[in-house]
């Protein structure tokens, strides 16, 4: 094996490790905010769950690009990862409006907060990870899928602050302005996502 295809090979290794570390942590917080939300009401932890789900989906297109049979384009993958996040943006979008429409008051949740909490800490790491190899390599739908790992950490440190104050403080109307503050960052990292860029923070 030339040295070239060597590196080819560890490239390629290096990236579906942090793409099924990804998939793992996801699986996990997708479950843990779905059913945070259900219990507590909480819009801004729906939107959070409902990223998790788009991660998991970015993840796997990425992973996609190595399979003998389902092989997705880079190209295709990064711009799969960028409509995502549009549509994720309109989904929260709806949600909170409802939300404020029917005066929906989010209750306290501390698997709410334990879940986001994690998600801070994990997310920003395994961003910036992807993003380094994404440089290394050239893989655009690598780095689009650092978008979104960057986007979680995002929404993880507004839901958590948005989650914080209303058990400190009572402010529940504070969830669905935590969810409609992400709406933006969704549809600016979508557009990045979708030109294969990155944002300096991850």
């Given amino acids: 094996m030339t040295t070239i295809a060597v590196r080819r090979e560890?490239?390629?290794k290096r990236i579906m490790i942090l793409q099924w570390v990804t998939l793992c942590w996801?699986?996990?917080?997708?479950?843990?905010a779905l059913t945070a939300a259900w219990r507590a009401r909480s819009v801004s932890?729906?939107?959070?769950?409902s990223d998790s789900?788009?991660?998991?989906?970015?993840?796997?297109?990425?992973?996609?690009?190595?399979?003998?049979?389902?092989?997705v384009s880079q190209i295709r993958a990064a711009k799969l990862c960028g409509l995502l996040l549009y549509a994720l943006a309109g989904i929260v979008l709806l949600i909170a409006l409802a939300g404020m429409y029917r005066h929906v008051e989010a209750e306290t949740s501390r698997l709410g907060m334990a879940i986001t909490g994690g998600a801070l800490l994990l997310m920003p790491v395994l961003a910036h990870m992807k993003r380094n190899e994404a440089d290394r390599t050239g893989n655009k739908a690598l780095r689009a899928d650092a978008v979104q790992s960057a986007t979680c950490a995002y929404l993880a440190a507004l839901t958590l602050a948005g989650l914080l104050l209303q058990a400190l403080f009572g402010l529940h109307?504070?969830?669905q302005g935590a969810a409609l503050i992400a709406v933006p960052i969704l549809i600016v990292e979508g557009r990045r996502a979708r030109e294969g860029r990155v944002c300096s923070c991850c």
């Avoid at 996801?26 to 843990?32: D, I, L, N, P």
């Avoid at 932890?45 to 769950?49: D, I, N, S």
């Fill in 45 to 49: 932890l729906l939107a959070f769950g």
């Fill in 26 to 32: 996801m699986t996990v917080e997708c479950s843990a």
């Fill in 173 to 175: 109307w504070l969830d």
């Fill in 53 to 71: 789900f788009v991660e998991i989906v970015s993840a796997v297109a990425v992973l996609l690009q190595f399979a003998p049979r389902w092989r």
């Fill in 10 to 12: 560890s490239a390629k």
